[in-house]
């Protein structure tokens, strides 16, 4: 009749369970693949990408070496490296001075007015 056991039957079914897994997982994997992949990148891509990046370094080098106000109302000027670390230098000779001027300028810069009085008291 039947010339194979039952328990080599069902190591055969569990064999075929897991290949035909794998085979379902490898076939959603594929699938995502081709769903989810990005557009290629064309020249013109390129180009545009590499005007923004030219544009941004040249943004940071004009912040970083150029004077500028930040807040003219407050008196907040953005200062090139080399002159603030100057400036740093000079005023931390004395460190008491130099920590109280510092405290005193973020509180100018970061000043929030008081609540406005209530009417009704």
Do not use: C
């Amino acid at each position: 009749m039947n010339s194979e056991s039952p328990p080599e039957r069902t190591s055969l079914a569990y064999l075929v369970a897991v290949l035909g897994a794998f085979l379902v997982v490898a076939g959603l994997v594929a699938a995502m693949r081709h769903y989810v992949k990005p557009p290629a990148a064309g020249e013109d891509r390129i180009v545009v990408r590499t005007k923004a990046l030219a544009d941004l370094r040249a943004e940071e080098a004009q912040a970083l070496n150029q004077p500028a106000w930040l807040d003219q109302a407050k008196g907040l000027v953005r200062l090139p490296i080399g002159s603030a670390m100057s400036l740093a230098e000079r005023s931390w000779q004395n460190p008491p001075a130099a920590r109280s001027n510092l405290i005193a300028r973020v509180e100018k810069a970061n000043y929030v007015p008081p609540p406005p009085a209530n009417p009704f008291e």
